[in-house]
């Protein structure tokens, strides 16, 4: 299969923030043969490149001064042992098409992660998480592409390197690898995880007793859809910041002056702090400056109103972090990556 790189191509129906810039280069890699014949040609060897997913978890400020390869690869094959499901899936597979495909055959692990925006292949980079589970909970390994090489790599859960919404492919491998492939470790046997956020109250309002992947994925998708706005009517990245953790001492002092702070306990002395809570007490939920923007019903997302710019969101984004570390004395850090 040939490579085809076009030149100065819009990218702005590959993000959710839906902004308009170009990049020099872009190529859509729907193979992972054509991955080697990528790196021979005289393009990629003279540019900077980006990987792209379905552009969920990005915000581009300016033009791509080099080659986006857009990751298309598909395909799903499943290995069953016992009540244990081994999923191979394509990288470039919509992350919520899995999850229903995991949903409709009872296969249990990524039920709470309904409806999260991406791709498969994006999902260990970020360590996508959600209502309790995270990705390091039932990634077993995953196939990837090292640009350095040109070969083929296989990383084992542990090799990934996670942490809070954090793995090797984000900080000191970022760039190098394309994931063409994950395969998750399911199970047909699942303990549910129900009392993260609403999904409890979600369930009781749905009438459900006796909870089943089903219910919990459809109450899961009825919260996001009533907290969060859809990209494809209003451009948005989900979450744009991070839930900061602190240790106790910090927790302690924070907690005398606010006593309604909605935290979780984060294991090892410290504590989860709800960042959309810190954002609204803030000042910041629901109001508009410009085109830009925070959600009515959730101020951890940033939205783009209408025709924001890149410049104009990442602007105001600081301010949030500002008023925030005012407030509160938390440095909030970007879950979106700026470029």
């Known amino acids: 299969m040939e490579v085809e790189i076009l030149n100065d191509y819009s990218l702005k129906a590959h993000n959710t923030f839906g902004i308009d810039v170009n990049t020099k280069y872009f190529t859509s890699i729907k193979s992972e043969d054509q991955l080697p014949l990528l790196i021979e040609t005289p393009i990629y060897e003279n540019a900077k490149i980006l990987i792209l997913g379905s552009g969920s978890n990005i915000l581009f400020t300016k033009k791509f001064e080099g080659l986006v390869i857009k990751n298309d690869i598909q395909g799903i094959h499943e290995e069953v042992i016992g009540d244990d499901v081994f999923i191979t899936v394509g990288g470039g597979m919509i992350w919520n098409d899995f999850v229903q495909y995991c949903v409709k055959n009872s296969y249990g692990g990524v039920e709470n992660l309904s409806l999260i925006p991406g791709t498969v292949g ?15 909970d ?15 790599y296989e990383f084992t859960n542990e090799e990934c390197e996670f942490g809070y ?62 907290k969060l706005p859809d990209p494809s009517t209003i451009g948005n990245a989900g979450s744009f910041f991070k839930n900061p953790i602190i240790s106790k001492i910090e927790f302690d002092e924070l907690i005398f002056k606010f006593p309604e702070m909605v935290h ?76």
Do not use: H
């Not at 994006?122 to 390091?136: D, F, L, R, W």
């Not at 039932?138 to 083929?152: E, P, R």
């Not at 925030?324 to 990556?337: A, D, G, M, P, S």
């Open 264 to 339: 979780y306990p984060a294991g090892n002395a410290s504590y989860k702090i709800a960042a959309g809570w810190l954002i609204e007490q803030a000042g910041f939920k629901g109001i508009k400056i410009g085109e830009s923007g925070t959600w009515k019903n959730q101020a951890l997302v940033l939205v783009n109103y209408g025709n924001a710019s890149g410049v104009e969101l990442y602007n105001f984004s600081e301010r949030i972090i500002e008023e925030v570390q005012i407030k509160f004395n938390i440095k909030l850090e970007r879950e979106v990556n700026i470029f």
């Open 165 to 226: 919404r954090d793995s090797i492919f984000k900080n000191k491998a970022k760039g190098r690898y394309m994931i063409v492939s994950v395969t998750y470790k399911l199970t047909k046997q699942p303990v549910f995880k129900i009392s993260y956020g609403a999904i409890r109250e979600e369930l009781d309002r749905m009438g459900i007793e006796t909870p089943t992947i089903k219910a919990i994925s459809d109450a899961v998708s009825t919260i996001r859809v009533n």
């Open 138 to 152: 039932v990634l077993f390994s995953c196939k990837a592409f090292d640009f350095k090489t040109g070969l083929f």
């Open 122 to 136: 994006a999902s260990p980079v970020q360590n996508i998480g959600a209502y309790g589970v995270e990705i390091s």
